[in-house]
Nanobody
């Protein structure tokens, strides 16, 4: 299983970013995918997940600012982030259990990528 995140970077408060996660090594089209993040000095925060059929599930803390989506033809999952705040600064990870299950994890259980840094600052 390989998961490679991209799209992170430095953005000003109020800005937007779209993260991508390219997946390989498992049957992506039948697997749920999730995004989580870890801010400096804090624990892992699960953010959202998308089932194989496109149904989504979000943590309450997202406040409708983030949208998860997937493209099964490209084996890629996305995280669109809008109205970014300094407190969104973190390393963002995509992950999977390689089955159509979403778990609200607090550690990197299952398969996770190396992460992509998002920094929200003026």
């Amino acid at each position: 299983v390989q998961l490679v995140e991209s799209g992170g970077g430095l953005v000003q408060p109020g800005g937007s970013l779209r993260l991508s996660c390219a997946a390989s090594g498992f049957t992506f089209s039948s697997s749920a995918m999730s995004w989580a993040r870890q801010a400096p000095g804090k624990g892992l925060e699960w953010l959202c997940g998308v089932y194989s059929d496109g149904d989504t599930y979000y943590a309450d803390s997202i406040e409708d600012r983030f949208t998860i989506s997937r493209d099964n033809a490209k084996n890629t999952v996305y995280l669109q982030m809008n109205s970014l705040k300094p407190e969104d600064t973190a390393v963002y990870y995509c992950g999977t259990l390689t089955r159509d299950t979403i778990e609200v994890v607090t550690t990197l259980e299952g398969y996770w990528g190396q992460g992509t840094q998002v920094t929200v600052s003026v």
